[in-house]
């Protein structure tokens, strides 16, 4: 009897471990992905801004919002205004980080880094109008929204990170 109580014991812990496993993951997203190593060029939290909630004061002078549909996956944007002159934009989604030096052109003069998979740029685009100094101020405002959530995102409990880098290789190929 007394066996029969240990592995039944065993089984139920073992099966709250590999379920707590997921959802550690999926909650501590953002840190793992911005303390994981990248290259210079990768950018490893920006895919998961597809599918995780990225809270406000993660990144705290940019605002955060979901552009994906009421009931269809999350999709966060972040955005900072009148970064350099009045009314210029910068935008980060799950595939571009674009400034345009006026809010109501958006559409038609901008300088956009676009992203693969896994978060590295492939490469840039450069509409005509645009102020030499648009690829420094992207690529700055990246490295100062990882920072900021590498800063601000709560440590987990119970700490993933070799996990989550064997999974991201995966499935971010």
Not at 119 to 129: F, L, P, R, T
Request: proline content about 6%; hydrophobic content about 35%.
């Amino acid at each position: 009897m007394k066996k029969v109580i240990i592995i039944i014991t065993s089984v139920v812990i073992g099966l709250f471990i590999l379920i707590s496993i997921p959802i550690n993951l999926r909650s501590n997203a953002y840190y793992y992905a911005t303390h994981m190593p990248h290259n210079s060029k990768q950018y490893p939290f920006v895919p998961i801004l597809l599918g995780h909630y990225l809270p406000e004061n993660y990144v705290p002078g940019y605002q955060t919002k979901n552009y994906g549909a009421t009931r269809g996956p999350i999709m966060m944007q972040v955005s900072k205004r009148n970064i350099k002159e009045k009314n210029d934009l910068f935008i980060l989604t799950e595939h571009t980080a674009t400034y345009a030096p006026k809010e109501e052109d958006w559409v038609v003069c901008r300088y956009g880094i676009y992203f693969g998979k896994s978060g590295i740029y492939d490469g840039y685009s450069k509409d005509k109008d645009i102020p030499a100094y648009s690829k420094e101020l992207v690529t700055h405002h990246l490295k100062n929204v990882q920072n900021e959530i590498k800063q601000n995102t709560p440590k987990p409990k119970v700490n993933l990170q070799w996990i989550w880098n064997v999974w991201f290789k995966i499935h971010y190929r």
